[in-house]
């Protein structure tokens, strides 16, 4: 079992930015998509972001567009997500996910998550 682990989270002022890592040690995410969802308080799980297993092809959700970035680096087994102009709505458990499937992907194909990294947004 592929295990995912996501690193970076913490708290950051609104309109600061952080970078979430999501590797998979010892394992390979080369040749499959990677996403990244957010689950806050009281709400359901959300997708945030994914990116082609060869990192041409990136989907955001609208409410990240242009503030948040995806990319990869396969050689490294790593997935990152930039997060700038961060917002208090950002605050939220994010999770980053290894999928089989191409183009943008629902979670439920998804089939190997991490345990989540915590990220707070302060006003």
């Known amino acids: 079992q592929v295990k995912l682990v996501e690193s970076g989270g913490g708290l950051v002022q609104a309109g600061g930015s952080l970078r979430l890592s999501c590797a998979a040690p010892?394992?390979?995410?080369?040749?499959?998509?990677m996403g990244w969802f957010r689950q806050a308080p009281g709400k359901e799980r959300e997708f945030v972001s994914a990116?082609?297993?060869?990192?041409?092809?990136?989907f955001y959700a609208n409410s990240v567009r242009g503030r948040f970035t995806i990319s990869r680096d396969n050689a490294k087994n790593t997935v990152y997500l930039q997060m700038n102009s961060r917002k208090s709505e950002d605050t939220a458990v994010y999770y980053c996910a290894r999928s089989p499937y191409s183009g943008q992907v629902e979670a439920k194909d998804y089939d190997c998550w991490g345990q989540g990294t915590q990220v707070t947004v302060s006003s």
């Open positions: 990116i082609s297993w060869s990192g041409a092809r990136t």
């Open positions: 010892g394992r390979t995410v080369s040749g499959f998509t």
